[in-house]
């Protein structure tokens, strides 16, 4: 009789090989695209992020701003009580009842905001210190007393420099420029609201402006723009209200 010849089921060492190197190459194909996916990602929620950052940080200015208290503070040893703002191109002083850890529940503050170099003194930054207001006597300490304008001659109140320090936030950074205005009427009848670079008159500011520009310009990002902030205060400085 013929021998039967008997068959055996199983695969070769190169089918085997071509289905590792298959699923090795759509291992490594998936890991490619969950890859790209990740890094998409990371880069949409970093641009959204520093959006948001921009937005704050104006959000922040506009309501500090306008959350200007009307303080009147006796200025260095001089016995007058004068009008607690300080308004120059890059540094401004003002009490505001915002808070950047408490927002408008917190406890009034004294702001100091300005301007300083940015790192390597590649563009600039607006930072700004809060000091716990605890009363004008607290205020009338930042100011040192009295001195002329250089512009107008008029007497105007001289503050202590501001410094910055661990404790100052940053509102905007990597900015080409910045730098403040003030809206005022001019004296006289019928004349009309201009900006001015520098406060030098008794109470307060009917707004403030706050210039600025990015160091590098991106189309694809949040730009910081200039915030414009009201100042909604009908209070003279000169009337003493106790009295009334």
């Given at each position: 009789m013929a021998p039967q010849l008997r068959t055996a089921a199983g695969v070769t060492l190169m089918e085997?090989?071509?289905?590792i190197t298959l699923l090795s190459l759509l291992s490594t194909g998936m890991l490619v695209a969950l890859r790209i996916g990740l890094n998409s990602f990371t880069r949409?929620?970093?641009r959204l992020?520093?959006?948001?950052?921009?937005?704050?940080?104006?959000r922040i200015a506009e309501q500090e701003l306008e959350g200007l208290m009307?303080?009147?503070?006796?200025c260095g040893k001089t016995p007058m009580k004068l009008a607690f703002f300080q308004g120059e191109p890059q540094t401004m002083r003002l009490v505001s009842t915002f808070s950047l850890q408490q927002a408008w529940r917190g406890q009034p503050q004294i702001?100091?905001?300005?301007v300083i170099p940015g790192?390597?003194?590649?563009?600039?930054?607006?930072?700004?210190?809060?000091?716990?207001?605890?009363?004008?006597?607290n205020a009338g300490q930042l100011c040192e007393?009295?001195?002329?304008?250089?512009?107008?001659?008029?007497?105007?109140?001289r503050f202590a420099p501001v410094i910055a320090g661990p404790n100052s936030f940053v509102l905007a950074d990597k900015l080409a420029f910045c730098h403040f205005a003030y809206y005022t009427a001019l004296p006289g009848p019928r004349l009309p609201l201009v900006w001015r670079d520098t406060w030098a008159k008794a109470g307060w500011p009917l707004a403030v402006r706050i210039d600025m520009a990015p160091l590098e310009p991106d189309p694809s990002r949040l730009q910081p723009l200039s915030v414009v902030a009201p100042i909604y205060i009908n209070r003279s400085p000169e009337l003493d209200y106790a009295g009334f």
């Open positions: 085997l090989m071509v289905s949409v929620d970093t992020m520093d959006n948001r950052r921009v937005a704050g940080a104006q009307p303080v009147v503070t006796p702001l100091e905001i300005f790192d390597d003194g590649r563009g600039v930054r607006l930072v700004v210190n809060e000091i716990p207001y605890t009363g004008p006597l007393g009295m001195m002329p304008d250089p512009q107008t001659g008029q007497s105007m109140p």
